[in-house]
């Protein structure tokens, strides 16, 4: 079965950073975490909590929608897979995606789209994260 | 640079408002962090001018290892110190190391003082001089409030700024990092203040591409394996450093009220045993440490009858709780949770802050100083007094204020009580009355902090304390942290980052160090600090030690005087010889 990540227990977030470090080496072969597709912040200042911007794993993900170029093609699972060759820049997925999860490479003229690899949940020191497994059917 | 043979340097004219870049080859040798940080020191100070003049620089680096390994986490500032007139050194996690690697640099150096107040925004993109004429004034929370909801970059940036202590250049003040963290030591508040800036904001999203992604990765997932998995580093996470408090009351270590007790009757009360269970609402990170040791503890104050009450947040540590603690002779976790708060708003370093009011404590009783003075009924315990005490430090509300807003070596000038001043190197002493190790390490250390060479711990794991042996270790473990500091490796990760962990990363990143390089930085850096602080008058000759020290017994019982001077002698001749074949070999 596909699996999907999950973000459900952000309250024990430590706000280390390594899992955007750990997608943004792994996924990016880059330092800069600003290449990560996780984005761990606070909701206001260090004295707020944690939240995470995640890709939710739409069923029907309005990024593909707005694509015109048919470089996000539907996941299994939930999400999208990004096809390098065919995207344009046009960054219409950026302003589709409602949760704020895709943005854009400017070094590399892609969006940052996640792949659900689950790198991110191998180094959380704190199992804020995690993998679902989830039928194709199956809508969040 | 990662995967660069140069140290990349952004130079900050703030009376100009003009800013240059310079690629440095010649740094590369000295890695990054304290010995980056103090070789531009050298290049740049102005040796027979005020610490505060606007031509003094402030200097911030990173290391190579910054952020892209677990718990390569600081980042180290260098100045002419205000409070003791030479080595300024203060090092400080969050997120600033993040931020200055991502905006695309190693070491930032700021000179000059703005005509109005200001902050500066650094990105990859830009370097901004922006108005802080209505933020001047402010406390540290507000400041950072304001800059948040200004400036873009949520989770990315670095927001560094001080309070009224620094504005008004009290030579304790700290500058605040990213809430939880600071520049603490020395006075670099100060140095801000003297320059109109208020604060700094920094981000990026410099391209970094990683060269070898199988070996780096392989080598991080090692490195996080040893920090999460073993008990290298457990200690942090669970009480965290406050767990010191018991230990040390236990062995007659725990500086108390003023130190004329070395154990405290409430220690049980404000042990980190207590905070964790009354007091503790999260734990949180420096970016890229997957530890958690900065602890918030939460306290509730009530601000009007029929049940009105406000909850505030602060951050506590055992250095903190000794200082604010157990040294004033508070007596519960909510009010030195309070106490802290109330450093925290005005920008202060604790442990100064603590000192000075310890001893204004006593000399008060003693009546070299009166309650004219103080405007406050100081009095160890009373914690709403101290309160008091703290906000006119930072505002200098009058002549004694003005007085110890220049440290404890200025005020026993003034008023006398030199004895029971609790002062190693022109520094006020840190929450270890361990013994001799401890007492001549923080003297001599480069920056007269208990971090440069942890006599402390030498005392507090000797079978029996031996001359030639504390003057070996002090010695010793303050070139291996000169190693660490230079890389920028939290000192809490000191197990774990051996030597042969470090050249490990760094030839994964490309720096393809020997052992014996590592040696030579050690020695380089060492020396080089010492240089400075010759340069800027430092001299140990005729050094005296407070009598206090030796009236309130250790864990080993009372230190003998004669005995103490006897090794910072032994120190001194050994240091200096070593000195000489370093700048021989130069």
């Not at chain 1, 015109?68 to 897979?81: C, D, I, S």
């Not at chain 2, 290892?65 to 003791?84: D, G, M, N, Y």
């Not at chain 2, 070299?368 to 703290?390: C, H, P, Q, V, W």
Request: proline letters at 3%; aromatic letters at 8%.
């Amino acid at each position: 079965m596909p699996k999907v990540l999950r973000a459900d227990n952000m309250n024990k977030c430590l706000g280390c950073f390594t899992c955007m470090l750990t997608c943004a080496a792994v996924n990016h072969n880059n330092h800069n975490l600003a290449k990560s597709s996780i984005k761990v912040k606070t909701r206001g200042g260090l004295q707020s909590k944690f939240a995470a911007t995640i890709c939710v794993a739409c069923k029907e993900p309005a990024c593909a929608e707005a694509c015109p170029t048919n470089a996000l093609v539907k996941r299994p699972g939930g999400g999208v897979k990004l096809i390098e060759e065919k995207c344009i820049a046009c960054e219409k997925c950026v302003s589709a995606c409602i949760v704020g999860s895709i943005h854009m490479d400017y070094d590399r003229k892609i969006p940052i789209v996640c792949k659900h690899c689950g790198a991110c949940v191998r180094m959380c020191p704190h199992n804020c994260l995690s993998m679902e497994e989830v039928s194709e059917q199956d809508d969040r | 640079m990662i995967g660069k043979d140069f140290i990349r340097v952004l130079y900050i004219d703030l009376r100009n408002q003009k800013a240059d870049i310079q690629e440095r080859k010649d740094l590369y040798k000295y890695l990054g962090g304290a010995g980056v940080a103090a070789k531009l020191l050298e290049e740049n100070m102005k040796k027979d001018v005020d610490p505060l003049h606007e031509n003094q620089p402030l200097i911030i680096s990173i290391g190579p290892l910054s952020t892209i390994f677990p718990v390569v986490t600081k980042a180290v500032a260098t100045f002419v110190s205000p409070h003791t007139g030479e080595y300024g050194e203060s090092h400080a996690g969050g997120r600033l190391a993040m931020a200055i690697r991502n905006a695309g640099y190693d070491a930032i150096v700021i000179t000059g003082k703005a005509q109005k107040p200001i902050y500066l925004v650094i990105t990859d993109k830009n370097i901004e001089f922006k108005d802080a004429r209505a933020i001047w004034g402010l406390d540290v929370e507000e400041t950072g409030r304001v800059i948040r909801e200004r400036e873009p970059g949520p989770g990315k940036r670095s927001i560094i700024r001080i309070g009224r202590a620094g504005e008004n250049l009290v030579t304790y003040s700290c500058v605040n990092v990213d809430t939880y963290r600071h520049f603490g030591r020395l006075g670099i508040g100060a140095v801000f203040g003297s320059k109109n800036l208020k604060a700094i904001m920094i981000m990026g999203e410099e391209d970094l591409p990683i060269s070898n992604l199988k070996e780096y990765f392989k080598t991080y997932q090692e490195i996080y394996k040893k920090v999460t998995q073993t008990d290298a580093m457990a200690k942090y996470h669970e009480l965290g450093t406050p767990m010191n408090i018991k230990v040390l009351n236990s062995i007659n270590s725990l500086p108390t009220k003023n130190l004329l007790q070395s154990n405290f009757e409430y220690a049980d009360d404000i042990s980190g045993e207590t905070f964790a269970e009354k007091n503790l609402v999260r734990k949180v990170s420096c970016v890229g440490c997957p530890i958690g040791c900065i602890h918030i503890g939460q306290f509730r104050r009530e601000f009007d009858k029929g049940y009105e009450y406000e909850s505030i947040a602060v951050s506590y540590d055992h250095e903190l709780i000794y200082a604010l603690g157990s040294l004033l002779g508070i007596k519960t976790t909510d009010e030195v949770l309070q106490i802290i708060d109330e450093v925290e708003l005005a920008g202060l370093d604790a442990i100064s802050t603590g000192v000075v009011l310890a001893w204004a404590t006593e000399a008060l009783r003693k009546g070299l100083i009166s309650r004219e003075d103080t405007l406050a009924d100081l009095e160890f315990g009373n914690t709403m007094e101290y309160i008091k005490a703290i906000d006119n430090i930072a505002e200098r509300v009058n002549e004694f204020y003005y007085t110890i807003g220049k440290g404890l070596k200025e005020a026993v000038k003034k008023y006398g009580g030199e004895e029971f001043a609790l002062l190693y190197g022109g520094n006020e002493m840190a929450g270890y009355h361990t013994g001799y190790a401890f007492a001549l390490g923080q003297t001599v250390g480069a920056r007269h902090s208990h971090l440069d060479n942890a006599g402390y711990s030498y005392d507090q794991s000797a079978k029996e304390l031996k001359d030639e042996e504390i003057i070996d270790y002090v010695i010793n473990e303050e070139k291996e942290r000169a190693v660490l500091t230079s890389l920028c490796i939290c000192l809490f990760a000191r197990k774990v980052y051996d030597r042969a962990t470090i050249l490990k990363a760094l030839n994964v990143v490309g720096i393809n160090w020997t052992n014996d390089d590592l040696t030579r930085l050690a020695n380089d850096v060492f020396f080089t600090k010492l240089k400075i602080k010759k340069e800027l008058g430092y001299s140990l000759e005729n050094y005296k030690f407070p009598k206090r020290i030796f009236e309130t017994p250790t864990m080993w019982g009372k230190m003998d005087e004669e005995r103490l001077n006897r090794l910072l002698k032994m120190y001194i001749e050994r240091v200096e010889k070593e000195y000489e074949d370093w700048s021989r070999g130069k």
